[in-house]
């Protein structure tokens, strides 16, 4: 067992995709926060924003790897409407207190990283470090180097 892990959840893939690679570049354990509630298509989207803003918790399948078992745990979200989501919020709302030190990973379409920064801090602490991701950083290499980046300075 590592002393980090990344905690991600992801609706279509690409939170997921920066996920495995952290975990891959720090050689740690990762575990998927699976959502019972489903939000696939334009209006599973439309769903996820709504649901974001309004600050609700959803039922989510608790991953088996517990974070107090570790020394770091990495969080990695997407953004939805400017908030992080609410699969996150549920897994940090019902590990409060759990977690000895935490950095934080976010994916978006847009901006809003700031307000989604706070709303994570307001919920689980500071983190040690935190970066995010565009839509537009995604769809060139410049993503990889800045995570290996990150990864290097936790």
Known sequence: ?????????????STKEVAEKLAEYLECDTAEIISKK??????????AGR???RGELVEIKEPE????NYESVII???VWA??????????????????????????????????????????????????HFSKFERKTDVWVEKLKAFANEL
């Open 1 to 13: 067992m590592s002393d980090r892990l990344v905690v991600y959840y992801s609706r279509n893939g």
């Open 38 to 47: 489903k939000y696939r298509g334009p209006f599973g989207f439309l769903a």
């Open 51 to 53: 649901s974001s803003m």
């Open 65 to 68: 790897l517990k974070p107090e």
């Open 76 to 78: 990695c979200s997407p």
């Open 82 to 131: 400017s908030r992080p989501s609410s699969p996150v919020r549920t897994y940090l709302n019902s590990n409060k207190g759990k977690f000895k030190q935490l950095s934080y990973v976010l994916t978006m379409g847009g901006t809003g990283f700031e307000q989604a920064y706070e709303t994570l801090s307001g919920i689980a602490g500071e983190p040690v470090k935190k970066v």
